[in-house]
Structures are given as C-alpha cells and as structure tokens.
C-alpha cells in the first residue's frame, strides 16, 4: 500500500475548501485544487476518488453529527408526556439551541459549504432533511393532542412545513450572511422565542 502524505492530503483539503467556497462544488475545477496544493491533479486520485469524496471530506462528519444530534433531541422530546411537551416548547431547550449554534460556529467553513456551496452533491438537500426531522416532530405532537382529545386549531401539512423551513432557514441565516458568532446566538435565542410563541398561537393554546 502506497503510504499516505498527510502533509499533502491537508494541503489538498485547504485547496478544495477554498475552491468550494469559491466557485461552489459545480464551479470548482480539480485541477485549480492542484495547482493550489502545488500538486497535480493525478495526485489527487491517489487519495480521492473524485471531487465529490474531497467535498464530503471537508462536510461529512459536521453534517453526519448535527444531524444525528437534532434527531436524539426529537427522539427525547417525544418520550415526554403531553403536558411536559406543551410546556417545554419549542422542544429544541436553550441549552440544545446553544450547542446547534456553537457547533455550526466551531465547524463555519463545513457548514457554509453545505448551506451555500453544494448544488450537485449529495449534500444539497441538507436543510430540507433538517426540516423534516422537525415536521415529523411537529405531527407526532398534533397527532398526540389529537388523540388525547385536546382541541386545537386545524393546521395542516403545508404549513407545518413551511414553518420548520422558515425555522432552519433562520437558523442558517447566520452562516449564509457570515453573521459574528455572539451575534448569531443572540438571533438564535429570539429565534427559538418566536418560534415557540408562534407555534402556541397557530396551535390556540395556552
């Protein structure tokens, strides 16, 4: 086995993540990475099989953890009972809000990368799973008051949707914008309060 240049591999990532950034993954060319990295293309195979293996190099591991992380939050809010969940929302605590927040920061190139730079990977939907994981969230409350007989207002899944979107839309402002991190979570902590406010009201309850 042939072995590895650590010192090269590091050079190649910080070439693609500033041609990504750059050009995004549709616009940025192998051989700019290379010549970046003071390497030739052919170099690049040695260790990346294409251009999508050295984008989820730099994004997999911060997309794979943020992802499971808001699903362990989703999967503890829905072992609460009725009553504690109408209480505690939003179900995301201040504590969780926080940790998002902070984790996109100390990740900021990974995740600018997945919410601006990645039309045409597998990645390009990575908002729209967040949203889901949330919508799925949403009906599993509805259902439950339904089933326990509480009334409520009607809402249906179109907006349902369009208000989990508008929550991660928020939330991912901050990178799109490249907002200071202190100012991030400050938005983040109004966010998470309108949010919650308005679920109550759509909802009609108290």
Same mark, same amino acid.
């Given at each position: 086995?042939?072995?590895?240049? =650590?010192?090269? $591999?590091?050079?190649?990532?910080?070439?693609?993540?500033?041609?990504?950034?750059?050009?995004?993954?549709?616009?940025?060319?192998?051989?700019?990475?290379? =010549?970046?990295?003071?390497?030739?293309?052919?170099?690049?195979? *040695?260790?990346? $099989?294409? *251009? =999508?293996?050295?984008?989820?190099?730099?994004?997999?591991?911060?997309? /794979?953890?943020?992802?499971? /992380?808001?699903? *362990?939050?989703?999967?503890?809010?829905?072992?609460?009972?009725?009553?504690? $969940?109408?209480?505690?929302?939003?179900?995301?605590?201040?504590?969780? #809000?926080?940790?998002?927040?902070?984790?996109?920061?100390?990740?900021?190139?990974?995740?600018?990368?997945?919410?601006?730079? #990645?039309?045409?990977?597998?990645?390009? @939907?990575?908002?729209?799973?967040?949203?889901?994981?949330?919508?799925?969230?949403?009906?599993?409350?509805?259902?439950?008051?339904?089933?326990?007989?509480?009334?409520?207002?009607?809402?249906?899944?179109?907006?349902?949707?369009?208000?989990?979107?508008?929550?991660?839309?928020?939330?991912?402002?901050?990178?799109?914008?490249?907002?200071?991190?202190? *100012?991030?979570?400050? @938005?983040?902590?109004?966010?998470?309060?309108?949010?919650?406010?308005?679920?109550? $009201?759509?909802?009609?309850?108290?």
């Amino acid at each position: 086995m042939r072995p590895i240049n =650590q010192q090269l $591999k590091t050079k190649l990532l910080e070439a693609a993540r500033k041609e990504f950034l750059e050009k995004g993954f549709a616009g940025a060319q192998l051989r700019k990475i290379a =010549q970046e990295a003071g390497a030739t293309t052919g170099s690049i195979y *040695k260790y990346y $099989k294409d *251009k =999508q293996a050295l984008f989820d190099a730099l994004v997999s591991e911060p997309a /794979r953890e943020l992802e499971a /992380r808001y699903r *362990k939050v989703q999967e503890d809010f829905r072992a609460l009972p009725l009553d504690r $969940k109408l209480s505690s929302l939003p179900e995301v605590t201040e504590d969780e #809000s926080l940790w998002m927040m902070k984790f996109i920061y100390d990740h900021f190139d990974a995740f600018k990368l997945l919410i601006c730079c #990645s039309d045409g990977t597998s990645y390009a @939907h990575f908002i729209e799973t967040m949203v889901q994981i949330e919508v799925d969230a949403s009906h599993d409350l509805i259902d439950l008051m339904d089933t326990a007989g509480m009334a409520h207002h009607p809402i249906d899944d179109e907006l349902i949707h369009i208000v989990a979107s508008a929550l991660f839309s928020g939330i991912f402002e901050t990178v799109r914008h490249d907002m200071p991190r202190e *100012k991030a979570y400050a @938005h983040m902590f109004s966010l998470r309060e309108f949010y919650s406010a308005g679920w109550y $009201k759509i909802l009609g309850i108290t």
